[in-house]
């Protein structure tokens, strides 16, 4: 990369060096080589801690690329087909009459009412410390879907906490483990993993600048990873899935 395209990316990301402002680290890699990498602004405002290299991130939604690729995994060792119905694995969970199957949920076709909003309508909010068995329960109290499966495109978080639970029944592990051993330690990512709990102390962790669950599932499976280790397997996972 030339120095010309270095000094107008400084310039785009110098915004969040301005003061006591919210950053990022910034990661660019071309043909498998290292281009550009920086990082600015904080990670923690109130103890003014700047964003590093080695800080770790919470990378939210970005978590569903794994849950489905650990559906994936199951299914090519043919534990499930894509296509049953999901009673036969979370059928604990289901109180609801119209079959859904394992790829609706993978592709927010399922029809399903998102978590969030379910908990919201239960006076649960963001700032309460939700749980697993929060997010199940309200679950098991729904009755109706949205719209028929299939039929229309939503997005569901609802589904991908699912999916997380299907992968812990079929694997014998819980969902952080499975992520670790399975995605994680095969691809050298050391420093990416699904937080088994809120009690959990992570090093160098940096928090968005937004709110904090402990369910796993979408953003639900809690992952936390460095830009370098996500930057560096973006080929691998979207050719993997």
């Known amino acids: 990369m030339n120095t010309n395209v270095n000094k107008q ?3 785009l990301f110098r915004v969040w060096d301005n003061g006591l402002c919210p950053g990022a680290q910034v990661l660019i890699r071309q043909h498998g080589e290292t ?5 600015f602004g904080y990670g923690n405002l109130e103890n003014q801690l700047k964003i590093k290299n080695d800080s770790i991130l919470h990378v939210a939604s970005i978590s569903k690329e794994f849950t489905v690729l650990s559906i994936l995994l199951l299914w090519k060792e043919g534990k499930l087909d894509l296509d049953d119905d999901i009673r036969k694995y979370v059928g604990e969970y289901i109180n609801i009459e119209e079959p859904i199957t394992v790829r609706q949920m993978m592709n927010n076709v399922s029809g399903l009412r998102d978590q969030w909003e379910l908990l919201f309508m239960r006076s649960i909010t963001i700032n309460d410390q939700i749980t697993m068995d929060d997010i199940n329960t309200t679950i098991r109290l729904q009755k109706h879907l949205n719209f028929k499966p299939q039929s229309r495109y939503l997005y569901s978080n609802t589904g991908f906490h699912l999916l997380a639970l299907i992968v812990e029944k079929l694997s014998g592990m819980s969902f952080p483990q499975f992520a670790k051993e ?3 330690k095969p691809l050298g990512m050391e420093h990416t993993f699904v937080r088994e709990s809120y009690t959990q102390i992570v090093p160098n962790l940096v928090y968005a600048i937004s709110f904090i669950r402990e ?11 460095r830009s370098r280790e996500i930057n560096k397997h973006y080929k691998t996972k979207y050719s993997l899935l």
């Open 182 to 184: 399975r995605i994680f």
């Open 35 to 39: 281009v550009y990498e920086k990082c």
């Open 215 to 225: 369910v796993r599932g979408g953003d639900n499976n809690v992952k936390y990873q």
């Open 9 to 11: 990316l400084d310039d």
